[in-house]
């Protein structure tokens, strides 16, 4: 787009060696006042923030709003149908789990969705594409947000401004909101003590400390806690076994928590017992598969939407199918499915149902066909889907190296922050020089998202 790219080109412009060094001096003293690391990785090594268009970000918005109430009908169907439900690949724990009513209406009042904008078809035109639905643990919308008033800060964007409007787009507040909205829902009257609750050892442990911080700037109580610091006595749901929650704000993975404390952990027995509320539920598991963007794009589902939710799938959703023996159909011709992705390696991608961070995902393009057919093997043993790969944008972005300022082009992904799984406001960006663009799995950086319109 013209417009993005006399923005970013401008932008590029004012980094001289005086005005680069010096923002980059504070951009890195910023980082570390605010301790804002993956890790022990900064999470930005750029000098640029993500700049999105008026027109880009109403199309994030209106594309998200077109293809919700889709996965909302997958997930009505699939709540009172087993044998639909079979299709988003559930282990017998997390069939076990869904069926504890959560006290609130979405499955996923925080959500994330990651997108790409690419060019569709042979127009030149610029499309988007659902990759992968977050409905689980969206993270870094605290990290975005302090990033954000950090690179408002920078000498270099007090000369931009002057010639741009630069609105942020932040997200702790919508968080809060989903949290006590969720907490009324579910009955909940008095004034809750929120915990944050994960594992103290996690990389992204100095995000919850901002959401604690603002929180607490917003009259709330807040505990980080560790699950194994949780007791359940007398129907409550106790820290260290004196501070009393009412609100969880979950950021452990359930199947983490299943798995390294089991089932009858604290928190899952007062969740199932309605003596706290836990956002997200147990049941943002079933949206949260890989396998429900299979269960929209399969054409034996077809009937079960509308005309316009169809049309939404069929823009925005690459074709992605669970990996098992059958014949569908791709690109309106029908295939045997296994043999036809052995033989078609660079156009598709492997994904596991149920993990995070990248782990277990295979680019066809990337190994050989002996290591492709050995995925494609073991993705018949551990639920998988094999989605259509998808072009990669890329934009310049400025870095400092060996005290200069060099522009590199970097693989960009878009990913809109989702309310109760209705609406769009606020955006995560991360960026890559390698295909697989995930901070967790050590191929990129996060940088703020800005919508941005020229002055007159």
Same mark, same amino acid.
């Given at each position: 787009?013209?417009?993005?790219?006399?923005?970013?080109?401008?932008?590029?412009?004012?980094?001289?060696?005086?005005?680069?060094?010096?923002?980059?001096?504070?951009?890195?003293?910023?980082?570390?006042?605010?301790?804002?690391?993956?890790?022990?990785?900064?999470?930005?090594?750029?000098?640029?923030?993500?700049?999105?268009?008026?027109?880009?970000?109403?199309?994030?918005?209106?594309?998200?709003?077109?293809?919700?109430?889709?996965?909302?009908?997958?997930?009505?169907?699939?709540?009172?149908?087993?044998?639909?439900? =079979?299709q988003f690949g559930l282990n017998d724990w997390e069939e076990q789990l869904i069926q504890a009513d959560p006290g609130f209406r979405a499955p996923s009042p925080t959500a994330r969705m990651d997108t790409f904008f690419s060019p569709a078809g042979n127009s030149?035109?610029?499309?988007?594409?659902?990759?992968?639905?977050?409905?689980?643990?969206?993270? /870094?919308?605290?990290?975005?947000?302090?990033?954000?008033?950090?690179?408002?800060?920078? !000498?270099? +964007?007090? /000369?931009?401004?002057?010639?741009?409007?630069?609105?942020?787009?932040?997200?702790?507040?919508?968080?809060?909101? /989903?949290?006590?909205?969720?907490?009324?829902?579910?009955?909940?009257?008095?004034? !809750?003590?929120?915990?944050?609750?994960?594992?103290?050892?996690?990389?992204?442990?100095?995000?919850?400390?901002?959401?604690?911080?603002?929180?607490?700037?917003?009259?709330?109580?807040?505990?980080?806690?560790?699950?194994?610091?949780?007791?359940?006595?007398?129907?409550?749901?106790?820290?260290?076994?004196?501070?009393?929650?009412?609100?969880?704000?979950?950021?452990?993975?359930?199947?983490?928590?299943?798995?390294?404390?089991?089932?009858?952990?604290?928190?899952?027995?007062?969740?199932?017992?309605?003596?706290?509320?836990?956002?997200?539920?147990?049941?943002?598991? =079933?949206?949260?598969?890989?396998?429900?963007?299979?269960?929209?794009?399969?054409?034996?589902?077809?009937?079960?939407?509308?005309?316009?939710?169809?049309?939404?799938?069929?823009?925005?959703?690459?074709?992605?199918?669970?990996?098992?023996?059958?014949?569908?159909?791709?690109?309106?011709?029908?295939?045997?499915?296994?043999?036809?992705?052995?033989?078609?390696?660079?156009?598709f991608v492997l994904k596991p149902n149920d993990e995070y961070g990248g782990k277990g995902i295979v680019l066809g393009w990337e190994v050989n066909q002996s290591q492709w057919d050995a995925a494609l093997k073991t993705a018949l043993e551990e639920p998988s889907?094999?989605?259509?790969?998808?072009?990669?944008?890329?934009? !310049?972005?400025?870095?400092?190296?060996?005290?200069?300022?060099?522009?590199?082009?970097? +693989?960009?992904?878009?990913?809109?922050?989702?309310?109760?799984?209705?609406?769009?406001?606020?955006?995560?960006?991360?960026l890559s020089t390698v295909e697989l663009l995930n901070v967790t799995a050590g191929g990129g950086s996060v940088v703020p998202t800005f919508v941005i319109e020229r002055r007159n």
């Amino acid at each position: 787009m013209k417009e993005l790219s006399a923005a970013i080109d401008f932008y590029h412009s004012l980094l001289d060696d005086e005005l680069g060094l010096i923002s980059q001096a504070q951009l890195t003293r910023q980082m570390h006042h605010r301790q804002l690391f993956f890790g022990e990785r900064p999470l930005t090594t750029v000098l640029r923030p993500r700049f999105l268009t008026t027109t880009q970000y109403d199309l994030l918005r209106r594309s998200i709003g077109g293809i919700m109430p889709a996965f909302a009908t997958a997930y009505r169907t699939a709540l009172i149908n087993p044998d639909f439900r =079979l299709q988003f690949g559930l282990n017998d724990w997390e069939e076990q789990l869904i069926q504890a009513d959560p006290g609130f209406r979405a499955p996923s009042p925080t959500a994330r969705m990651d997108t790409f904008f690419s060019p569709a078809g042979n127009s030149g035109e610029m499309g988007l594409y659902f990759a992968e639905y977050n409905a689980e643990t969206p993270a /870094a919308a605290a990290y975005n947000d302090a990033l954000s008033e950090v690179f408002l800060g920078l !000498p270099v +964007m007090g /000369a931009f401004e002057k010639r741009y409007e630069v609105r942020p787009l932040p997200g702790r507040h919508h968080v809060l909101h /989903a949290l006590l909205d969720s907490y009324r829902q579910w009955g909940g009257r008095d004034r !809750p003590r929120i915990a944050i609750l994960d594992w103290r050892e996690v990389p992204t442990y100095s995000e919850f400390m901002l959401f604690a911080d603002y929180f607490a700037s917003q009259d709330f109580e807040c505990i980080i806690a560790d699950p194994r610091q949780i007791e359940y006595r007398h129907g409550l749901l106790l820290v260290d076994g004196i501070t009393p929650i009412q609100l969880i704000y979950k950021r452990v993975l359930i199947s983490e928590l299943v798995e390294r404390e089991g089932l009858n952990h604290p928190v899952i027995r007062a969740v199932q017992d309605g003596n706290v509320c836990m956002v997200n539920p147990f049941r943002c598991k =079933l949206l949260h598969k890989k396998a429900s963007l299979a269960v929209l794009s399969d054409e034996a589902n077809a009937a079960l939407f509308t005309p316009a939710e169809r049309a939404a799938i069929q823009r925005h959703i690459p074709w992605t199918r669970v990996v098992r023996e059958r014949r569908t159909l791709y690109e309106n011709r029908e295939i045997d499915l296994l043999p036809f992705l052995s033989q078609n390696k660079d156009q598709f991608v492997l994904k596991p149902n149920d993990e995070y961070g990248g782990k277990g995902i295979v680019l066809g393009w990337e190994v050989n066909q002996s290591q492709w057919d050995a995925a494609l093997k073991t993705a018949l043993e551990e639920p998988s889907i094999i989605q259509k790969r998808v072009p990669l944008p890329k934009e !310049p972005y400025p870095s400092l190296v060996d005290g200069q300022i060099h522009i590199y082009d970097r +693989m960009t992904d878009t990913n809109p922050y989702i309310w109760y799984g209705d609406h769009v406001s606020g955006c995560l960006t991360r960026l890559s020089t390698v295909e697989l663009l995930n901070v967790t799995a050590g191929g990129g950086s996060v940088v703020p998202t800005f919508v941005i319109e020229r002055r007159n």
